[in-house]
Nanobody, 121 residues
Framework: QVQVVESGGGLVQAGGSLRLSCAASGRIFTIDAMAWYRQAPGEERELVAGISDGGSTHFADSVKGRFTISRDNAKNTVYLEMNSLKPEDSAVYYC???????????????WGKGTLVTVSS
C-alpha cells in the first residue's frame, strides 16, 4: 500500500520559520494533488495549502504570503515552508497525498499521522 510520513514539526517562537516535509512511499504510479491540513485542539481540520501535479497551488487566506508549498515529484515529497509564524498557526499538521496505483486506477487519498507545530508568543 502507501505510506505518508510527515516531519519537521517542533516548537518555534512567533515570527520564526519552520519547514515541514512529507514523503509518500509504496505502490505509487503517480501522485495527483498533495496538500497540507492542520487541526488545532477543539477545531475542525482545515486545508492550509495544496499543490497539483502540475504545480498549481492554493492557500488558505490565513497563510497567504507567509507559507509556501512545493513538491519534488522524483522523491514523491511535498514541502511546506512556514514563515512569520503566529501562535494561531499552532496545530497538528497533516499531509494528504492523492495516489494513483496504476494506469487503470483511480486516485486514492492517503493521510499521514501528523506533525505538531507549536508557536510560542
Amino acid at each position: 500500500q502507501v505510506q505518508v510520513v510527515e516531519s519537521g514539526g517542533g516548537l518555534v517562537q512567533a515570527g520564526g520559520s519552520l519547514r515541514l516535509s512529507c514523503a509518500a512511499s509504496g505502490r505509487i504510479f503517480t501522485i495527483d494533488a498533495m496538500a497540507w491540513y492542520r487541526q488545532a485542539p477543539g477545531e475542525e481540520r482545515e486545508l492550509v495549502a495544496g499543490i497539483s501535479d502540475g504545480g498549481s497551488t492554493h492557500f488558505a487566506d490565513s497563510v497567504k504570503g507567509r507559507f509556501t508549498i512545493s513538491r519534488d515529484n522524483a522523491k514523491n515529497t511535498v514541502y511546506l515552508e512556514m514563515n512569520s509564524l503566529k501562535p494561531e498557526d499552532s496545530a497538528v499538521y497533516y499531509c494528504a497525498a492523492t495516489v494513483v496505483a496504476g494506469p487503470r486506477y483511480f486516485g486514492m487519498t492517503y493521510w499521514g499521522k501528523g506533525t505538531l507545530v507549536t508557536v510560542s508568543s
